[in-house]
Structure formats: C-alpha cells, structure tokens
C-alpha cells in the first residue's frame, strides 16, 4: 500500500511539472502595429499560443471576433493579426492588417478663430472732387457715405452733392438708403431699403426698393459651399502624412495605424493631381496619386443656396432720388446640391405685367469638366418667348477652355424688361488659355453678339504674355471676322526699376495704319502711405497726362494735369473718413469695409503692424484707425515692442480680431507704466549684498531677489518704499524715496540696509 501510495504521489507531481513546463505565465506589455495599447497583462504561453483573459484586452483596441467561445482567446490566433513576443523588452508586439483598425478622420480647421466683435460706431466717407478747364469750366462734387453700426446691424446712405459753374447739373442726387443686418452663424443676410436684385443666367438684375433676403457663404469664409473629395489612405504604423495638390503642400499632421481620411479643402479649381505621402516610423514612405476635378460653382450634396426680393422698382438711378414705380415685384431664387455631380436651379419672378420662370443645371462630367444648361420662359401682358443656354467649362493646371451659348425669342420678358426691352437675340462666347514653360501663356477668344435688327458684332481675339528676370512683355490681335480689314495689333512692355518705379510702353497699329504710342512711368506709395505719381503720354498726338496723390495718415489728396485736342483739364481730389467711436472722433482714410480703431493707452507714436506689415503710428492720444480690414477674416494686428520705453509693461504685443461687414473693431494694447527702479543696496559698512538673498517689499510692491553689486530690481514702487532683505537674524531692512519719470529705468542708491 505504501509503496502504490508513493508512485501515486509521484506520478501527480510529474503531471503537475509538466503541466507548469507547458503554460508559461508572463506579463507582457502589448505593442500594436508600433503603439502601445495595454499596461502589462497576464499571458499564458503554450507553444505558439499566446492566452489571454478577454477582459483584460477587451477596451484596448485589438481586433476581437464578435463572440467568445471561453473567457479567454488566443492573440496569436486572430485573423490577419501576426503576433511576436520580444523576449528581450519584454512585449508582445501585435501587427494587424490596416483594414481591421478603425478610421481616423483627419480634417483642416481652426479651433483658435476670433470671436466677431460687434462694437457700437458710426463713419462718413466723403469724396470732394474738383474738375475744370482752361476756360474756368468748373464743376465741384462731393460723395458721401453715411453708415451706423452695432450689435443690430448696419444703416447707410449715400448720395453726391454736384455744383456746376454754368448751374447745369447741380444739386443733391441720392443713391441707396438701407438697413442690412448679417448673420455669420446662418449665414443669411437681410436687408430694407434700396438694393439689387438676385443674380441668374437667364434674367437680368434690376434696382428695387424694399426687402431682401439671402444666403451668404461669405459670412463664414471657411466654409466650403463646393463639393470636394475626402482624400483616403491607410498606414501600417503611426505616421506622418503629407497631402499635395499640384506638388503644394495642402496638409500635414499624424495618424496611427489603420485606415485615414483627410478632410482638406484643394485650393484649386478645376484638374488636379493629389498626392498622399505616409513616412512611417522607421522612414518608410508609401506615396499614391489621384487625379480630381474640383467645380466651385456645383454645391455640396443637400446644400441650398437661395435669394428672395420684393419691392418696387427703381428708375432713373443716379437722376432721381426719389423714383419708384407703383406696381410691386418680387423674385426669387433656388440653387440646390444634388450629388457631388450635378446642382439645380430654379428662379421665379413676377409684377408689373411681367413673369418668368426658369430653371437650369451644372453637372461634372468625370474629370472632363462642367456642363450648364437654361430654359427659360418669360411673358407680359401681349407677348411671350422662350430663353435657352448651354455652355462647358474645363479648367486644369495648363490649360483653361470655355464656352457658352445662348438663345432667346423676341417675345422674352423678365424683370428687366421694365426698364429695357431685350435686343440680343444670340450670344456666343469661346475662350482659351495656356501656360507656357518659362513664365509665358497665351490665349485667344470669340465673341458674337445677333441682335433681333439683324446687325451682328463678332471680335476674334489672341494674347501673349511672358514674364523675364528684368521686364515683362506681351502682344495681342484683335480682328472682326465680318470684315477682315478690320483689325489691330498691340505691344505692351512693362519695366519696372527702383524701388517702386515701373516704365511702360504700349503700341497698338490698326488695318489704315494708324499708329499710337503711350508711354508711361509710375512710383508706386508704401503701404503705410506716402506719395505716388505717373506721367503718361501719347507720342503721335498732343496728349499727356501727370497726376499725384499723397496718403497720409488722415486723408488722401490728389491732383492732375491732362492736354488733349488743344485743351488743359484740371483736377483735384480729396477723400477720407470721420470715424465716431469709443466716445471720440478720428479723421482717418477712407473705410471700404471693414476698420480696426487701434489703442495703446497713455502713450503715443507707437508702431502698429498690420499683417507684419507698418501701417502708421498712434497719434497723441494713442490712437490709429487701420483701414483696409477684410470682413469675416481672421486679422494680426500688433505693436513693435522694441519701441517701446524700457519702464513700460506690454501684456501682448500681438491680437487677432474678426470684423464684422461695415463695422469696426477695436483693438486695446494694455501698456502700463512699469513703476520700477534698480536699488543698489549696502550693508553699514558698504559692502554690497549678498547675492541671491530674497528682498520683501512692505509697501505692498513685489518680492525681488538681489542681484550682483547689490542691484536689484523693484517693481510696483511707492513714492516711500520699506524693503527688508535676508531671512533670520540676518535680516536688515532700508527706506527709499522714488519718482516715476517716463522712458527712464532710475538707478538709485547705494541705500544701506540696517
């Protein structure tokens, strides 16, 4: 018995030595395809099996099969996963196929854009004007743009003040009146008052007065409106990728392992090349090109874009202020993103005895290009008529190609017609470009016009441009193909030298042989403003023009000279801007826009950079107002710090600001006045201190440290300032007097410390 009791013992301790020898217990980190994805967890090696309890794997990104059979799986036994224990290192490194790891998506925004400000104000632009002749035939005209602004919106007027020496012509002629507000968020845009009307293919704009509505893609710039491919890729390993469109770098950024989209707009339009470049970690580059075409005119798949208008219609604008017609109108349009191929369109328009209706399509054909289609019918009270067009547009890096052909009958009426009844009956239009090598292109065009009184106009045309290291030259023909002794050929050659000079010459010569020669030299004026000129003149008669306009920092004037036909003709120009804001009034150039009223508090002639770039100095109130802002975009507005006086303190030399449309912003640098001094502090026997012991203000100023020959800098002084220095018994205390002095760092001292 004991002797079976022993094998028995001996054999159960075999099977366990050889179970333990078959199932290694490790704990490993894993490593998928180059990125850590576990902490270490528990394995049990059996052969090439690698076992692993499912939960402790289950969140951690490794492709699992949808069910279990146990609570454990093998990792060396997934499907298009290949597995490798590095003993060494301790890892289990899992390489799994791209197509089993999830999609990234890659995209090309800002997160840091400005909020828009929308601060309270209000401008006039003015335009004085002053024109006359030899023999004292003076005319004076001022234009004027009156505008408010805010949180609620924008209103504007405009008008011109004409007065004639022979009373001809004179008095005040108003041009548009109007409220407009927009709605960056929407993108919608509203406004009452004068305005025109929507744009269409196959009706004409017309002035109305009244209300509109619209959507605006401006308002948020951006925003993509057209259909653009989402660029696909997949990487073995973390990377790096690289998106080229046209060998110009597009995108870059990083992904891990797996499939990837980029979602990055092409600045182009029309063909292209994309290029994706994925650099792995170990160097590796994988590179695929794909060819695209990009439409800017098509809009995104279930995008709409649309206009509506109603009012009443404008006559003689720029005569009358004041004349409208009875009747009431209204138009509206639709456009709408079917596909990433094909947009649809329709317009409807109505009032006055007139109504149109109609409805067209742009479609991609491949990469091949864009094709348009109308139709069109439009009536009023007695007559009717049908409008079509067709046209084909083909854009790539070299070449550019487009057409258009339209129709229309006698009888076609649109909102337009009110004013003037149609008399182009056909118009035919062809163009083409190509960019040669070496900075050249070339390119000619057709054009023809029938008329419904059987007169046709035709032109045929061709250009040369080329670009070379000094200058740059270009030619062009013109020829009507109905009479063929009817053309001209023209020279131009642009010079430029100096530092804002440029020399042109420009020839033309007709079919009689007539011959004209202008010449011209011109300097161009910094950005920051200054002075311009140019002298032109015709070399076979006797004419000549010279003019000179100066841009300062609160207007901009002008004046000219011209001889023609034996007669002088003189004029003079002066333009700006009275901006009201922030409770004062400015004097600046004119605001087309968009402005930025510039602040640096208590201190004047600052530097201020727009874009890098100087645009003038704060006058002596620290003030400037920056013209030439563009609405909805991102602006670096900045001071030059290094002009700064050495006690004064800058929070941030450089802010980004959004304007809204006619509006201005402001935009306050935080310059205060650095209450500083370096102490030079002693001991009672006039050793300087040791370096490196702290300094305590008791006057409520800032804690220093002292610095090498006793000087220590202090900050936030009083005019009586206690200080004590040291820690311990070796503390010692002083007293000082400062006065502050502008663009002065004081040094006072020896002080001694008691």
Excluded at 106 to 119: E, F, G, K
Excluded at 580 to 603: C, I, K, W
Aim: net charge negative.
């Amino acid at each position: 018995m004991v002797s079976i009791a022993r094998s028995s013992l001996f054999i159960l301790g075999l099977y366990l030595l050889c179970t333990e020898a078959m199932a290694e217990i490790l704990y490993l980190d894993i490593v998928m395809n180059g990125k850590p994805v576990s902490d270490p967890v528990r394995i049990e090696r059996e052969g090439d099996s690698l076992w692993v309890e499912v939960v402790d794997v289950q969140n951690s990104g490794i492709p699992m099969p949808d069910s279990f059979d146990s609570d454990r799986i093998d990792l060396c036994a997934l499907e298009k996963v290949s597995c490798h224990y590095d003993s060494a290192k301790q890892l289990l490194r899992l390489d799994a196929a791209p197509s089993l790891l999830p999609r990234q998506s890659l995209r090309q925004t800002r997160t840091d854009v400005p909020s828009i400000a929308y601060n309270n104000g209000a401008l006039m632009n003015y335009d004085l004007y002053a024109s006359g002749t030899r023999h004292n035939q003076l005319a004076l005209q001022l234009v004027h743009q009156l505008r408010g602004f805010g949180a609620w919106g924008v209103m504007e007027t405009t008008g011109m003040f004409q007065d004639a020496l022979d009373d001809s012509d004179s008095g005040y002629i108003r041009y548009d009146t109007y409220w407009q507000r927009e709605d960056p968020a929407s993108m919608h845009y509203y406004r009452a008052g004068d305005f025109v009307s929507g744009v269409s293919r196959w009706s004409r704009q017309v002035r109305l007065g009244g209300f509109q509505i619209a959507r605006a893609f401006r308002l948020q710039p951006d925003f993509i409106s057209y259909p653009y491919p989402e660029f696909t890729g997949s990487a073995v390993l973390p990377s790096e990728v690289d998106l080229y469109i046209n060998n110009v770098r597009q995108f870059s950024g990083s992904v891990a392992a797996g499939p990837f989209d980029i979602d990055a707009r092409p600045a182009i339009n029309g063909l292209g090349t994309a290029s994706i470049i994925t650099t792995d970690l170990q160097g590796n580059q994988v590179r695929r090109d794909v060819d695209l075409y990009v439409a800017t005119e098509l809009l995104r798949p279930g995008l709409f874009d649309y206009d509506f208008s109603v009012g009443f219609l404008r006559e003689a604008f720029g005569i009358d202020s004041l004349r409208y017609r009875d009747d009431p109108l209204a138009a509206g349009g639709l456009r709408y993103g079917l596909n990433d191929s094909v947009t649809l369109e329709s317009r409807v328009e109505g009032g006055g005895n007139v109504f149109n209706l109609g409805g067209g399509i742009d479609w991609k054909s491949g990469n091949r290009g864009v094709w348009s289609a109308t139709l069109a019918h439009g009536r009023d009270s007695d007559v009717s008529g049908w409008q079509g067009s067709m046209g084909y547009r083909f854009n790539s890096r070299r070449f550019g190609f487009a057409a258009r052909h339209k129709e229309q009958g006698r009888g076609y009426r649109d909102l337009g017609s009110l004013d003037v009844l149609p008399s182009v009956r056909r118009e035919i239009q062809l163009n083409t470009s190509y960019a040669l090598p070496g900075n050249a292109s070339l390119g000619g065009g057709f054009f023809r016009v029938d008329d419904f009184d059987g007169s046709r106009r035709s032109l045929l045309s061709a250009f040369y441009t080329r670009s070379f290291r000094d200058f740059s030259l270009s030619a062009s023909a013109n020829i009507n193909p109905e009479d063929h002794d009817d053309y001209s050929v023209g020279l131009n050659l642009h010079i430029p030298f100096g530092k804002r000079n440029s020399l042109r010459l420009r020839q033309v010569r007709d079919s009689e042989g007539n011959r004209q020669t202008v010449a011209s030299v011109s300097h161009s004026r910094p950005l920051e403003g200054g002075l311009s000129w140019s002298v032109s003149s015709v070399l076979e008669q006797n004419t000549a023009n010279a003019s000179a306009d100066w841009r300062g920092k609160k207007f901009q004037a002008g004046v000219g000279v011209a001889t023609r036909d034996n007669e002088q003709y003189y004029r003079g120009n002066l333009s700006g801007a009275m901006v009201y804001m922030d409770e004062q009034l400015l004097f600046g150039n004119r605001v087309a826009d968009a402005f930025a009223l510039v602040s640096t508090p208590d201190l004047s002639n600052v530097p201020v950079l727009f874009e890098n770039q100087l645009v003038g100095n704060t006058d002596d109130n620290g003030k400037l107002l920056v013209t030439g802002l563009s609405s909805y975009n991102p602006i670096r507005i900045a001071v030059d710090a290094g002009t700064l006086p050495l006690n004064v303190s800058l929070k941030a030399e450089q802010k980004e600001v959004m304007a809204a449309s006619l509006h201005g912003v402001k935009v306050d640098f935080d310059i205060q006045p650095l209450r500083g001094a370096v102490v030079v502090l002693v001991d009672s026997e006039g050793q300087f201190l040791k370096v490196g012991l702290p300094v305590r203000s008791l006057s409520g100023g800032k804690d220093a440290f002292v610095g090498w020959d006793g000087r220590t800098y202090l900050e936030a002084l009083q005019a009586v300032n206690r200080i004590e220095v040291g820690e311990g018994d070796t503390r010692c205390r002083a007293e000082f007097r400062f006065e502050y002095q502008p663009d002065t760092l004081r040094t006072i001292g020896p002080i001694i410390c008691q």
